[in-house]
């Protein structure tokens, strides 16, 4: 995509983050939002589609928990790629690790906890 800024900052990239748990999704906000990105929040999965539903500009990246209530993060993820096709997406979880292919595309996932070095380098990777 190639939206960062001179100074390294990745300002018009947006980030929508579904996570039930507020703690993991406080840190994620926090250490996407100082990396440079903009963060659209989401309390689980059905919020999230709402989010992006609402969000009239792009959204970038699906950052998403894959156990959540109301709509787990696959699901998510067959609504969100239908309505924005090429969105990049990343699962969290606490015991899965490693890439995944679904909607012909590659997919990571993000084992759960995770430094903020992870997550950023994670989000980075995509943009390269």
């Known amino acids: 995509m190639g939206r960062d800024s001179t100074d390294g900052e990745r300002t018009s990239i947006v980030v929508l983050l579904a996570d039930d748990e507020l703690v993991v999704r406080s840190l994620a906000q ?20 709402e989010v992006s539903r609402a ?18 993060g696959v699901e998510l993820s067959n609504h969100i790629v239908k309505e ?12 899965e690790s490693g890439e995944l292919t679904v909607h012909g595309q590659k ?21 390269e």
Do not use: C
């Not at 969000?55 to 787990?72: F, N, Y």
């Not at 995770?114 to 980075?124: Q, V």
């Open 30 to 49: 926090s250490i996407l939002t100082r990396a440079g990105y903009r963060v659209l929040n989401a309390i689980d999965g059905q919020h999230a589609l």
């Open 55 to 72: 969000h009239p500009g792009p959204i970038d990246v699906l950052l998403t928990d894959i156990k959540m209530p109301k709509m787990d």
């Open 84 to 95: 924005r096709p090429g969105i990049k997406i990343v699962f969290m979880s606490g015991k």
């Open 107 to 127: 997919m990571q996932f993000l084992r759960k906890p995770f430094m903020a070095k992870d997550l950023s380098e994670t989000i980075n990777s995509m943009f």
